[in-house]
């Protein structure tokens, strides 16, 4: 039996861009044939984006979920303990492939991570070189900082619904970092995570600031070593 699956999509401001990429995810969802539900979780907007949600989905199976602040993190822990899916990914709505969803159903028993990781030796990045220099700098800091072995924490991840069961309760980091620290965990807890290569071609320009990140990032993995430290 095919594998089911909750695709969890935080959403922000994103009124204008839903028209386009919502109906794009969704026949990349189809063509993979598998039992899934898109879980936009939009959070904090002032542009009507739920609205816009809603109506885009049109007859899909497409949840629309509504939090009053704006938090990236905050709305993909609410989208992961929402799911009672096999598996949950997370994308994002200028970013996912249904290549990907497809090597997450393949997955044998025992699997309970697979990480499409921009730093696999075969994955194609499309990003200007700011972007991917930008990656090889924070995997570096998770080398350092936390000690970890995993190539890449950002971008389309697929966990075991016992992960999100087991985990995401204890996750405390929001905003950036929500997902760095949930697969942190289970690397530590000894899930099995498999990385995987990825064709990294995002639709537009990145609308996050990388000089404004890379203070709150840092802070938030030394905050993030001294939660895990003391257990």
């Given at each position: ?10 959403v922000?401001?994103?009124?204008e861009?839903i028209p386009e ?13 598998a ?39 905050a709305a993909?822990?609410?989208g ?10 997370n ?15 393949s ?13 696999d ?7 200007p ?18 000690g970890?072995d ?6 389309m ?25 949930l ?7 000894g899930?099995?995570?498999v ?9 537009r ?9 890379a203070?709150?990032?840092i ?11 003391q257990?």
């Amino acid at each position: 039996m095919t594998p089911s699956l909750t695709i969890v999509v935080p959403v922000y401001n994103e009124a204008e861009f839903i028209p386009e990429a919502l109906p794009r995810l969704i026949a990349a969802v189809e063509e993979v044939g598998a039992n899934a539900t898109i879980r936009i979780v939009e959070n904090g907007s002032s542009d009507g984006t739920a609205d816009i949600a809603k109506k885009t989905a049109g007859a899909a199976n497409v949840v629309v979920d509504s939090l009053p602040t704006p938090d990236y993190g905050a709305a993909m822990r609410h989208g992961f303990l929402e799911a009672d899916s096999d598996w949950v990914v997370n994308f994002d709505i200028d970013y996912f492939s249904a290549d990907f969803l497809r090597q997450v159903i393949s997955q044998p028993e025992g699997v309970d991570l697979v990480i499409g990781s921009k730093r696999d030796p075969d994955s194609e990045d499309r990003r200007p070189f700011i972007r991917r220099l930008a990656t090889v700098v924070f995997n570096l800091l998770l080398t350092v900082i936390l000690g970890s072995d995993v190539t890449d924490t950002h971008g389309m991840k697929g966990f075991r619904r016992s992960i999100v069961s087991d985990i995401a309760p204890e996750v405390v980091s929001t905003e950036d970092l929500f997902d760095t620290e949930l697969v942190v965990r289970a690397e530590r807890a000894g899930f099995v995570i498999v990385e995987v290569p990825v064709v990294v071609e995002e639709m537009r320009t990145a609308r996050s600031s990388l000089v404004k990140r890379a203070p709150r990032t840092i802070l938030g993995l030394l905050r993030m070593r001294r939660r895990l430290q003391q257990g």
